[in-house]
């Protein structure tokens, strides 16, 4: 009896001691790359979920960090320091982003860009906060993050739920005129946020009614009965909250099922990959967005670095990583280092030219000047709605 | 002898790594756009394929003879192999306690030597110690599959949460709160599934962690929906108030001091009466009933008592991460949790502790391979399976030595 | 009544799918009790090398339906062997080790191929081309059932019964049940085990690969993660037949397909997974070992 718990209690130091020889290892690295961050370098994290089954939003964040960091770079980096970037995945899982971002903050990195989800986001915030880490998130979108003024440390690129429900819903029923309105998001908290403040802005506007109201299994193998329910509901517009393979899915179910209703939807949406996936039935289907204008050379030459150094086309929130990246990075040039205090004061203060505007951060976090604006697809691409 | 080997090791390692570079081919190498119509070929990757893969294969069947040759001495069935030179030393208590006394004032020197984030993501290895700990009562003492574990955890989390957000109750007034709830939710999912066998107690179970994800997912006014609760009081100290850092510290020690109980429990347990009642359901459920043990109890005790340390540790973790949404308690958490419990080494209290470590620790200190780390991940978990498949550290039986001199001969 | 029929069918083409891969899993089960959570993924790298053939195809100029049909071959075959290669690697040397051994090296195998397929491919949503195409006569009856659903409605029967003919009456499928039901004697009567291990998982892994191309050609889009869902879904329909059985794999596919779209219809589909899972447990404890699957008395 002894000798068994003695030695579980033995199990546990030798996990102990096998701790200590990769704890060790670690922190000799952290050490070394404390050095040379303070010395020549400028480290950013990228964190977000970069593997499971949400990589397909995290990755892009990451690539057009890369790609930002290597223009810079090339350009003889910030103040004669090149810019480093450091990955951190969190699968956007909270506890995962609570790992990455003590990891980030054990590594004395004060910048961050990311997280990706807004629940990642949530739990991770606290630990930045109390370290005075800079952190701007390209697709973070719930409305407290930034409307509670809990997060002094947080800016964001993308506009909130709040402001996007409600575009989506007075579109709707301002512009389509429509009179019932079926609601339907992914759950996840993105699409539900923005399927919630759609439905108190219909409520409120009471122009039109919401006949439905569901969230359906992302990833499921087919959607027909969301479909036949939303024929049944006699609603003559749909709204959906949520990302582009789900609104693709549902889409092309409508038009099979012989349901041509206008689609409204989000910027989760309003990527080129949904026109690719949803073929001909993407015709016709309305997203709101950051306008980024057709000549915006930015943006243009964003996406040929990327076909080039990638491979393939940018995935969803690429353009509003890619201008995180570079307001974040412009902010350290203007403030001349990155403590936190001028960083943050450069961000509010500096405008910076991006994909999605000329832009600047107001004082709760939200990007000022960007102009968000409706899109519809007309000839496989997202044209303005004037 | 040796040349023979090594010449068929290298013939076979040949055909596996053809074979393997023909499989992953059309992925590895071509890459097509159906919209822009174009196709890339990426003829490198077939070539790091072919060498990666032989290289590979020849270390996969180096070990493979070497498992096959060394299973011959102790792969016999029926007895207990004797246990190796180096657990005789470990038992020896010169050597044990020391150890021991090294072991505990490691870990708890462990914060002040570290950073934060060693303690921080040292505190999640120590969570899923105790859970696993907790499941391997249920799954690893009483043989009762359970894949849906992680709703317990769920449970004993979103009871600190609401009542921390509603009532502003503090942690030390939830955490046994939290515990009484999941061994509530234990029995609840005890009672439908006591006629169920083997793999269809997996999928019950499996659904019964779905459907309180899903629950949560849904049920906005109750538990917020995929939004989650945020600002989650971290535990406190008569009214003290840390930093994050402090209140890492303080997170650890409390996890450490459930560590240690929770050993000290379970391994009593394991050799109660009703541990022994939980060993004879798992080897023959009719036969357990014959020997007058009931069997029912039994069942409803093991699922309960598992529960109830996924009830505590869910409050720990509410607390610890100060936000949570029903994205941490998806199926693969559970299966995660499950493979803890199997990996470690079934009913090994050490080897438990050994896979928790492994399999939360490993991923983060893989964080520098990146995107590659959750791939080595899924091939580390098959590579241990298959070359250790009773676990890092085998459970040993208690053995009786009874004088078998047969009563009538003298 | 029109209402309920549009939602019949379609339970019914959403079951069927559902009944395509639960197939592979009970074919698996039944002859060495493993739950093979590497199944969706063998579904997934079905789709993909659908995917890749299509594109290839494509850009040759090909019709959509031979397209179609070849790409349906071709993953069918990469499929089985993918099936074949996990199954050396993975379980074989499990055979004799404790229970859940091979289960949780099967768990590290579903993570392992879904980060190799992002890390090959693309982590991002891949178009699928929509090779089937749309019937005249069915037109009129779209808003119950497209020519897609159709199809895999007729392929998924077609399948079934093509399966129950060989299990019943090949050679092969007489060694498969041999071993199903002991394989310590079937070794003894000369069938040889491994061998029928291999073709189980190879003809399991196949049919995954023809429903995987079908729902992408329907979807038109895959990615890395599809098989995880799915895959959980066949496994639930499997355990609600009664794993092991074949016409109970179907049976169990089409229930659970009903279930989700009436709970969807006349509830909600907020709900509907819930439901799915509540009939699961509900069913299994009336009849424990599912609706189709061999009630055993326990050995003393």
């Not at chain 1, 704890?23 to 010395?39: H, I, L």
Request: with cysteine; charged share 15%; aromatic share 12%.
């Amino acid at each position: 009896m002894k000798a068994r718990w003695i030695l579980s209690v033995a199990g546990v130091a030798m996990a102990g001691l096998l701790m200590v020889g990769c704890g060790k290892k670690d922190e000799q690295k952290t050490d070394a790359a404390n050095a040379t961050a303070s010395s020549d370098k400028i480290v950013i994290g990228v964190a977000g979920a970069q593997s499971g089954d949400l990589a397909s939003y995290g990755l892009p964040t990451l690539n057009a960090a890369k790609l930002v960091a290597k223009e810079v770079n090339a350009k003889g980096g910030i103040n004669g320091k090149k810019v480093e970037i450091l990955p951190m995945d969190d699968q956007c899982k909270p506890e995962l982003a609570t790992n990455a971002a003590t990891k980030l903050v054990s590594e004395k990195v004060n910048l961050v860009i990311g997280h990706i989800c807004s629940g990642a986001t949530k739990a991770a915030l606290p630990i930045y906060k109390d370290a005075k880490v800079i952190v701007i998130s390209p697709s973070a979108t719930s409305t407290e993050l930034t409307q509670s003024g809990d997060y002094p440390n947080f800016f964001r690129t993308i506009s909130y739920d709040l402001v996007q429900g409600k575009a989506g819903a007075e579109f709707a029923e301002n512009t389509l005129h429509v009179k019932k309105v079926a609601i339907i998001h992914d759950k996840g908290d993105y699409g539900k946020g923005i399927a919630e403040s759609a439905k108190t802005a219909l409520e409120e506007g009471k122009q039109a009614k919401v006949v439905l109201f569901e969230g359906i299994t992302p990833g499921g193998v087919d959607y027909s009965a969301v479909v036949q329910k939303i024929k049944n509901s006699g609603a003559d517009c749909v709204i959906f909250g949520g990302y582009h393979p789900e609104a693709s899915k549902i889409i092309i179910q409508m038009h099979q099922k012989g349901l041509k209703i206008p689609f409204v939807s989000d910027d989760g949406v309003k990527v080129d990959t949904f026109i690719k996936t949803a073929g001909a039935d993407a015709e016709g289907v309305y997203a709101t967005g950051p306008q980024i204008l057709a000549d915006n050379a930015i943006y243009k030459k964003a996406i040929e670095d990327h076909k080039k150094d990638f491979g393939s086309d940018p995935g969803a929130f690429f353009p509003q990583a890619y201008a995180a990246s570079q307001a974040l990075m412009n902010a350290v040039a203007k403030a001349g280092s990155t403590d936190y205090d001028k960083v943050a004061a450069a961000l509010r203060s500096e405008y910076v030219e991006t994909p999605v505007g000329k832009i600047k951060f107001d004082s709760k976090g939200d990007a000022e000047g960007v102009s968000f604006s409706v899109y519809q697809v007309k000839n496989g691409k997202y044209e303005l709605v004037k | 002898m040796a040349s023979q080997q090594l010449a068929k090791n290298f013939k076979q390692s040949v055909v596996a790594a053809l074979w393997l570079s023909f499989l992953t081919m059309p992925l590895m190498v071509i890459r097509v756009d159906t919209v822009e119509k174009t196709i890339t070929w990426r003829w490198m990757h077939l070539l790091w394929m072919l060498v990666g893969s032989f290289v590979l294969a020849l270390v996969w069947y180096f070990l493979m003879d070497r498992r096959d040759r060394g299973g011959a001495n102790d792969g016999n069935l029926n007895t207990e192999a004797a246990p190796s030179r180096f657990s005789i030393w470990l038992n020896n208590p010169r050597v044990a306690r020391p150890l021991m006394a090294f072991g505990l004032l490691f870990a708890v020197a462990f914060p002040f030597l570290f950073s934060m984030y060693q303690t921080n993501i040292l505190i999640s290895a120590l969570i899923y110690v105790v859970l696993g700990l907790g499941l391997n009562i249920t799954v690893g003492l009483a043989g009762l599959l359970d894949l849906g574990y992680v709703a317990f955890y769920a449970v004993g989390a979103y009871a600190y949460a609401l009542l921390n957000y509603h009532f502003h109750l503090g942690f030390w007034a939830v955490l046994p709160l939290g515990g009484i709830l999941g061994a509530f939710f234990g029995i609840l999912l005890g009672f439908p599934v006591l006629r169920l066998r083997g793999d269809y107690l997996a999928i019950v179970t499996l659904g019964f962690g779905e459907i309180v994800r899903l629950v949560l997912q849904n049920w906005d006014a109750f538990s917020f929906g995929p939004s989650g609760i945020s600002n989650i009081a971290r535990p406190g100290f008569f009214g003290v108030t840390y930093s994050v850092s402090q209140a890492t510290t303080y997170i650890y020690y409390i996890m450490l001091a459930f560590v240690l109980l929770t050993i000290f429990v379970t391994a009593r347990l394991k050799d109660s009466r009703i541990g022994r009642a939980w060993l004879a359901l798992r080897e023959d459920e009719i036969a357990c009933q014959a020997m007058g043990i009931d069997n029912t109890k039994a069942k409803l005790l093991a699922f309960a008592m598992g529960a109830t340390f996924a009830g505590f540790m869910g409050v720990v973790f509410a607390a610890k991460t100060t936000f949570i949404n029903p994205a941490s308690f998806t199926f693969m958490e559970s299966a995660m949790i499950l493979a803890i419990v199997v990996l470690g080494g079934m009913g090994s209290i050490p080897g438990v502790i050994l896979g928790a470590f492994l399999l939360m620790l490993m991923p983060e200190y893989m964080r520098a391979f990146s995107q590659y780390r959750m791939l080595l991940f899924g091939a580390t978990m098959i590579v241990v399976m298959v070359f250790r498949p009773q676990g890092l550290i085998k459970a040993r039986r208690k053995i009786y030595k009874v004088n078998t001199k047969p009563a009538g001969q003298a | 009544m029109e209402y309920f029929l549009q939602l019949f069918f379609s339970g019914l083409s959403k079951g069927s799918v559902y009944a395509l891969i639960a197939l592979g899993y009970t074919m698996v089960y039944g002859i060495i009790e493993l739950i093979n959570f590497a199944h969706g993924e063998i579904y997934m790298i079905g789709a993909f090398t659908g995917l890749i053939v299509a594109g290839l195809l494509t850009a040759l100029g090909w019709p959509a339906l031979a397209i179609l049909a070849i790409a349906v071959v071709v993953a069918m075959v990469y499929s089985g062997a993918y099936g074949y290669t996990v199954e050396k690697i993975a379980y074989k040397p499990l055979r004799n080790a404790p229970r859940l051994a091979p289960l949780i090296s099967a768990i590290g195998m579903s993570i392992f191929l879904q980060n190799y397929v992002m890390l090959a491919q693309t982590p991002d949503f891949l178009p699928f081309p929509r090779l089937i195409p749309d019937l005249a006569f069915m037109q009129k009856y779209n808003s119950f059932l497209g020519t897609s659903d159709l199809l895999i409605i007729v392929t998924s029967i077609v399948v079934m019964a093509a399966l129950n003919f060989f299990i019943k009456f090949t050679r092969m499928g007489k060694a498969m049940r041999a071993t199903a039901q002991n394989r310590k004697m079937a070794m003894l009567v000369g069938v040889n085990v491994d061998q029928v291990i291999s073709a189980t998982f190879i003809i399991g892994s196949s049919l995954a690969a023809v429903g995987g191309v079908l729902i992408a050609s329907h979807m038109g889009q895959i990615n890395f993660y599809i098989g995880f869902i799915a895959g959980l879904k066949a496994f639930t329909a499997a355990v609600l037949g009664g794993i092991g059985s074949i016409p109970g794999a179907m049976l169990g596919g089409l229930v659970l397909g009903w279930t989700e779209s009436f709970a969807t219809g006349y509830v909600s589909s907020d709900y509907e997974d819930v439901f799915a899972f509540l009939l699961l447990v509900l069913i299994l404890i009336f009849r424990p070992a599912g609706l189709l699957g061999k009630q055993r008395a326990q050995k003393v």
